[in-house]
T-cell receptor, first 113, second 114 residues
């Protein structure tokens, strides 16, 4: 089945630690996105990538980093510079950046301990 | 500033009843409007996508309407089921040089009870 897979489902981070969230898709989509979801707020864009080896900052990129070495993969690293990382993280993809249809992963819940 | 506002914030209805969720937006220029259903702890799933020229679109028991003049949309759920309990998110898109720019509403939390 085609889809977008995020792992792990739950992740715990200690203070000062970097953690990486995985996002893999087998939909042959060019564009991929990372969003953050907090209670009572709409999803906010962290980073997006329109093609391999290219990515752009979204609205809240500070404290995050990404890479896009393969079309299928768009991992997100939450660095120690992100002071409030506890949130639900969603990865999405679309055929192209101009395409209407987004497919979302099932999310990773990150908690600082 | 581009904004998407949804109402009500939360809603409880009895199984079998109908309900209507509202979405007002100030996003400009408008490209398309989407409604998503998000179950707790899961990613959003697309219900409908409407462009400027479409004023209604259905997906089973879900019917979305769009009034681009007043910048309002609604999502009507018919004959609700327990499985409809979820957050419903309105998303408005503009098309920029970098692709679609999405503005998300905060969602309406719907609970369907027996």
């Amino acid at each position: 089945d085609g889809g977008i897979t995020q792992s792990p489902k739950y992740l715990f981070r200690k203070e000062g630690q970097n953690v990486t969230l995985s996002c893999e898709q087998n939909l042959n989509h060019d564009a991929m996105y990372w969003y953050r979801q907090d209670p009572g707020q709409g999803l906010r864009l962290i980073y997006y990538s329109q093609i391999v080896n290219d990515f752009q900052k979204g609205d809240i990129a500070e404290g995050y980093s990404v890479s896009r070495e393969k079309k299928e993969s768009f991992p997100l690293t939450v660095t120690s510079a992100q002071k409030n990382p506890t949130a639900f993280y969603l990865c999405a993809s679309s055929i192209t950046a101009a395409n209407y249809g987004y497919t979302f992963g099932s999310g990773t819940r990150l908690t600082v301990v | 500033k581009n904004q998407v506002e949804q109402s009500p914030q939360s809603l409880i209805i009895l199984e079998g009843k109908n309900c209507t969720l509202q979405c007002n937006y100030t996003v400009s220029p408008f490209s398309n409007l989407r409604w998503y259903k998000q179950d707790t702890g899961r990613g959003p799933v697309s219900l409908t996508i409407m462009t400027f020229s479409e004023n209604t679109k259905s997906n089973g028991r879900y019917t979305a309407t769009l009034d681009a003049d007043t910048k309002q949309s609604s999502l009507h759920i018919t004959a609700s089921q327990l499985s409809d309990s979820a957050s419903y998110i309105c998303v408005v898109s503009t098309l920029t040089g970098g692709g679609n720019k999405l503005t998300f509403g905060t969602g309406t939390q719907l609970k369907v009870e027996l």
